[in-house]
């Protein structure tokens, strides 16, 4: 095989690097999945949500359908948050309504049992995932890799079963401060060594999804979600240097400046309650900006949708900015608003008064 070099960089890698473009590169939190028929018919296929994100063929293809459909700049990897729990011990199941059940629940006791368990081992579909989705992609589109934060993924961890509200946990961290230490300690770990073997399999860039992250007061919240992310961005820059992290704190408002400051940060996601404006002022100066637009505006379409888009994008059109959503898309997205939404950002139309 002839040497071809090295694959020019992807436009969201090079804006994630802080490089300013006149149309900011699209991408959607949950880009793949219910909204889309394609999966919908896949996923009755493959059998349970678990079964599919751990075939890769099957995988790799969902990964690839949103960005075969509407030609955005990135695919993010189709895989889910808690399979870090499932590879620790936790049996994982999605109840019809209610959201992810993992059983049982976490108790000190079994720290020490799942400190033993080799979790690249079992995530290895995981990889081959990546690795296909890497080599189907054209080379300009960017491959993202992601894991859960830890506190959010110790939330589902610690809750045993579906909640609404998995930040009610926060008090075990007043209560049991040595045991959820020990558990964030262990995320932060492995979830380091996982983003670690996603970028080897073919990973151009990574997204931490801290869900959880609101509410939580400020020391709470430095302990729990600055720290255990910054920890694991460093631990993965020092091994796989020049691979953009971002940083997606939802609902962490006045604190994303503290996440945006780190210098493991390259780019921080605004969720939809965050302001343009501060963000500009306080975020803008540190971190590349990436997100903000409700997904609801997108289920809403038309014009509604397009000065949603609009403001986000005149606020930020002299930083570097990638366009997406504050929050995952929803099922009752209809594709075709999206088609409309990517076409209206790359018309240039929202730069006319
Ligand atoms: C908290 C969280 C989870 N998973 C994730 C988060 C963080 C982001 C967020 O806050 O939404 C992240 C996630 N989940 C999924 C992806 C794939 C990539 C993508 O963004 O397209 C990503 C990045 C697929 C998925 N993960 C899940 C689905 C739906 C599964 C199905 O087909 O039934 C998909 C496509 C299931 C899931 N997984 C999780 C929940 C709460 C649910 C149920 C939600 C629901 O039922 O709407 C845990």
Not at 188 to 196: E, F, K, N, Q
Not at 251 to 268: K, N, Q, R, S, T
Request: with cysteine; glycine share 8%.
């Amino acid at each position: 095989m002839t040497d071809q070099g090295p694959r020019p960089e992807p436009l969201l890698v090079r804006v994630l690097k802080g490089e300013r473009t006149a149309i900011p590169p699209v991408w959607f939190m949950r880009q793949a999945g219910r909204y889309l028929p394609e999966y919908r018919a896949l996923r009755e296929e493959a059998g349970s949500f678990l079964d599919l994100c751990r075939d890769p063929t099957r995988a790799c293809e969902v990964t690839l359908q949103p960005v075969r459909r509407f030609d955005l700049d990135a695919a993010i990897l189709f895989a889910d948050i808690l399979l870090i729990p499932h590879a620790l011990g936790q049996d994982l199941s999605f109840v019809e309504g209610e959201g992810p059940r993992l059983a049982p629940a976490m108790t000190p006791a079994m720290l020490d049992a799942f400190r033993e368990r080799n979790v690249l081992e079992s995530l290895a579909p995981v990889f081959e995932t990546v690795r296909r989705a890497r080599a189907a992609l054209a080379p300009e589109k960017a491959l993202i890799g992601f894991a859960g934060a830890p506190w959010t993924v110790a939330t589902y961890m610690l809750a045993g079963g579906p909640s609404r509200d998995p930040s009610a946990l926060r008090a075990r961290w007043y209560g049991e401060r040595a045991f959820v230490e020990g558990l964030i300690d262990l995320l932060v770990a492995r979830t380091a060594d996982y983003l670690i073997a996603q970028i080897d399999a073919g990973a151009d860039a990574v997204q931490l999804f801290d869900s959880w992250a609101g509410g939580l007061p400020e020391p709470a919240a430095r302990a729990l979600s600055v720290e255990p992310m910054r920890a694991i961005a460093a631990k993965v820059k020092a091994a796989r240097p020049g691979v953009p992290v971002i940083f997606f704190p939802k609902g962490a408002g006045a604190l994303l400046e503290a996440y945006a400051a780190l210098e493991e940060c390259d780019a921080v996601g605004l969720d939809t309650a965050t302001p343009p404006d501060w963000a500009l002022r306080n975020l803008a100066g540190c971190a590349v900006l990436q997100g903000g637009l409700d997904p609801l505006a997108v289920v809403a379409g038309g014009a509604a949708m397009r000065a949603a888009a609009r403001r986000l994008l005149r606020a930020f059109a002299g930083v570097p900015y990638v366009f997406n959503t504050g929050h995952g898309l929803v099922p009752e997205t209809p594709p075709a608003h999206v088609a409309a939404l990517v076409d209206y950002l790359r018309s240039g139309d929202w730069k006319d008064a």
